[in-house]
């Protein structure tokens, strides 16, 4: 669902871009679907109106408590409140045992861009085994590290950099 | 498009007879005798920049660079040849203020030398505009297209000519004959190495924070000559040279599937270069160009490993537990130093290039990252994270540590190649964390801005160029 109201983004703004005076130098849209995009625990404001297709990633965050786990500086253990977002999860995936999923890792911005990607890789990585401890086949479960390149929060302060530091669990379809 | 093939030659304008382009040049003989040079006793200094100590604003060389008049005015591609030799004279004077050991006088305070002048200065006028270096040169547009760019240092003081040398360039590049004649200056008043004809590629940045938009771009050290390489549809990061200039090995998230490519500059094509489904990232080529050192996370866990460059089989080098990222040859490509947060948070290694012998070299407070080997083999340029990210420098058995600059965040040092000049990135703190190129010397004086388009990162400084 999200992809396909992407697409009808990107297709919009193809034909404006048509329309309009051509200039060598158009951006493309920006990267979408990164999460970053959907912010963590914020619900996806396209599901609001409409009817959640079960199973979707609409679905998935409006039935899981969140589907991001946050992370302490320069960490990447599964504390207490991470795991109970992570069994809520769990418990989702159950149900709809076809559905794949991407973890993204992220890390604050005070790693350096390198370090953060390994940070990043590693973060996802402890969702991922959490969730396959709990039975989610592994099969299902992709990861992609995004160290410091896209926060949610944009601040240069101790709340933004704890919110940044998270890995958030996105549906990828069946 | 820059052709891989270089149309710019160098000629040594040695004594009269060399170089008949040159030769019939300006006729006057007395100037091309170099006699006061050798007649003179040597009863004063010889006109020498310390680069050691670092040149305090108000303390540079005061140096002259007139208009360099045309031999005839005729039109080229890239403009009159009048109109060229004012445009020279800033490049050359651009390039020389931006290294922070000269005080060019402004040109338009100048007399502009007739073209017999070029090589017999009235050194009288010079003397007294108090500049104590004067570079004089000449353009001249040749027959079968191209350009002939003379260039000419003098001693104000002694009147001696100090070194002369010639370009032929496409008109297309008549801004690197300028780069080349300052890089003759620089180098033989510094005895440094030269650096001004060289490029830089970096990460273009636009957008909101959380969703900045990234592209590859090019453009030469003083930021002439931008180009666009990638249109950012995906994040793309950490850009580096081929040793040879006509590729670029970076990170790109292309596909949703964070690896490393290499792009070819003349054709524009890339290509994967290691088949994996796992995240490959922190891309450098070795010195002959062979190889291509990377970092892959697998399952939480990050090693360094090689490539060949033309793909293939990776080679394991490190195996521990954490985070091992940054790896850089050394200029013989026998060792490799990189990161490792192996023993808690990120420190700096040294290793032998088949990954053997890993020696710990960083000790002080903080963490340190990002560590790239000098191309002369006698420093190791890093970011220290504590507070702030700071650019630093130390000898590669971890000695001799100096912090070279103090801002928010300083990170990804890029040496330019004559090893005496640093490129970073410095971001911004705050909602918009804004990136910019800067530039610093290795005494921390010089301090400078790259001018870019839009904001950047990841700089990375190719090598002189042939």
């Keep these: 669902m999200t992809r396909t109201i992407t697409l009808i983004a990107a297709t919009a703004l193809l034909s404006l871009g048509a329309c309009a005076k051509k200039r060598p130098e158009v951006l493309p849209p920006a990267p979408v679907g990164s999460g ?57 995936l159950n149900r709809y045992p076809n559905v794949r999923i991407t973890i993204e890792g992220h890390a604050d911005e005070r790693g350096t861009r390198e370090y953060n990607l390994g940070l990043g890789d590693r973060r996802a990585n402890a969702a991922k085994n959490y969730l396959a401890a709990r039975g989610v086949s592994p099969a299902r479960i992709s990861v992609i590290s995004y160290g410091k390149e896209r926060p949610v929060a944009l601040g240069s302060d101790e709340g933004s950099w704890a919110r940044n530091r998270r890995a958030v669990t996105v549906i990828i379809g069946q | 498009m820059i052709a891989p093939v270089l149309s710019l030659s160098l000629m040594l304008l040695v004594g009269t007879a060399s170089v008949p382009a040159v030769q019939e040049a300006p006729p006057p003989q007395p100037a091309l005798q170099q006699a006061p040079a050798q ?62 050991l000269f005080d060019p006088l402004s040109p ?105 938009i990234k592209r590859l771009a090019i453009m030469d050290q003083d930021g002439a000559n931008h180009r666009f390489l990638t249109n950012g549809q995906s994040i793309v990061l950490t850009p580096r040279f081929a040793p040879n200039q006509q590729s670029i090995v970076y990170m790109s998230y292309i596909g949703k599937t964070p690896a490393i490519y290499v792009y070819d500059i003349g054709s524009g094509r890339q290509r994967l270069v290691v088949q994996n489904a796992a995240t490959t990232f922190a891309p450098r080529f070795s010195p002959d160009g062979r190889y291509i050192l990377f970092s892959m996370a697998r399952n939480g866990n990050t090693d360094l490993y090689r490539v060949s460059a033309q793909g293939g089989q990776p080679q394991q080098l490190t195996s521990s537990p954490g985070i091992d990222t940054g790896g850089s040859y050394s200029p013989d490509g026998q060792r490799i130093v990189f990161e490792s947060d192996r023993s808690g948070g990120q420190q700096l ?92 010397d290795l005494t921390g004086v010089n301090e400078r801005r790259i001018p870019t388009p839009l904001d950047g990162s990841d700089p990375a400084w190719g090598p002189l160029r042939p």
């Excluded at chain 2, 003759?184 to 273009?204: C, I, K, N, Q």
């Excluded at chain 2, 990954?355 to 970011?383: C, E, H, K, M």
């Excluded at chain 2, 058995?397 to 990135?425: C, H, K, M, Y």
Aim: hydrophobic content about 35%; overall charge negative.
């Design chain 1, 36 to 92: 970053a995009d959907a912010g963590a625990g914020v619900a996806d404001p396209n599901a609001a109106g409409g009817a959640v297709v079960p199973g979707s990633d609409a679905d998935f965050q409006r039935s899981v408590t969140s589907n991001t786990i946050l992370f302490a500086l320069d960490q990447y253990d599964i504390d207490a409140q991470a795991r109970s977002i992570l069994d809520s999860q769990v418990e989702w």
């Design chain 2, 39 to 100: 007649a003179q006793p040597a009863q004063q200094e010889e006109l020498v920049v310390d680069v050691e100590g670092g040149v305090q604003p108000g303390a540079q060389l005061s140096i002259a660079i007139p208009v360099m008049p045309a031999a005839a005015v005729a039109q080229t591609p890239a403009g009159s040849t009048d109109a060229l030799g004012r445009q020279l004279a800033e490049v050359v004077g651009n390039d020389l203020r931006n290294s922070g």
């Design chain 2, 108 to 212: 338009g305070q100048l007399r502009q030398p007739s073209f017999p002048e070029v090589t017999a200065p009235t050194f009288d006028y010079w003397g007294g505009t108090g500049a104590q270096a004067l570079v004089q040169g000449f353009v001249r547009a040749n027959g079968d297209g191209t350009l002939t760019v003379g260039c000419y240092l003098y001693d104000v003081s002694t009147r001696a000519e100090l070194t002369r040398q010639g370009f032929v360039v496409s008109p297309s590049d008549w801004r690197r004959a300028g780069h080349k004649c300052a890089d003759m200056v620089y180098t033989r008043l510094t005895g440094e190495g030269a650096y001004f004809d060289s490029r830089v590629v970096y990460v273009s940045e636009t957008g909101p924070k959380n969703r900045r």
């Design chain 2, 349 to 440: 290694y040294v290793m032998n290039a088949d990954g053997s012998n890993q020696q710990r070299i960083s000790f002080g407070g903080g963490r340190y990252a990002t560590p790239v080997w000098s191309p002369r083999g006698d420093l190791i340029a890093f970011t220290r994270l504590g507070g702030g990210f700071r650019i630093g420098v130390m000898t590669p058995n971890g000695s001799g540590e100096r912090l070279l600059t103090d801002d928010w965040q300083d990170e990804g040092p890029s040496w330019a190649p004559n090893g005496r000049v640093i490129t970073f990135l410095r971001s911004g703190r705050g909602t918009s964390g804004k990136a910019d190129l800067w530039m610093v």
